[in-house]
Nanobody, 124 residues
């Protein structure tokens, strides 16, 4: 089992920044990639960003490219999401996730473990 705990969510004004963290514990050796998704009420879960564990490859949704940066510290089993130039459209619950059998990187079904989520609200 892998357990994930997100932190760093909160309320910011448009144009501001937040940094999310996700700490993983358990069978982290099976992790192929870690990623971030978000979900607003009534909306489908949306891919935000993902990073491979063993190679220097990152993936971003077009909506956040150039504004958000994903990074990780394998020694700490922690992944981060730096969010800059935030927009009201970024308001959602943000979830981190672990892929143990990587398929299509942008699909939620490619990820086996999920955190409880952290609320991010951007005011205008």
């Amino acid at each position: 089992q892998v357990q994930l705990v997100e932190s760093g969510g909160g309320l910011v004004q448009a144009g501001g920044s937040l940094r999310l963290s996700c700490a993983a514990s358990g069978r982290t050796f099976s992790s192929i990639a870690m990623g971030w998704f978000r979900q607003a009420p009534g909306k489908e879960r949306e891919f935000i960003a993902s990073i491979r564990r063993s190679v220097s490859i990152t993936y971003y949704a077009d909506s956040v490219k150039g504004r958000f940066t994903i990074s990780r510290d394998n020694a700490k089993n922690t992944v981060y999401l730096q969010m800059d130039s935030m927009k009201p459209e970024d308001t959602a619950i943000y979830y981190c996730a672990v892929a143990t059998d990587l398929g299509i990187i942008r699909l939620p079904s490619s990820y086996s473990y999920w955190g409880q989520g952290t609320q991010v609200t951007v005011s205008s």
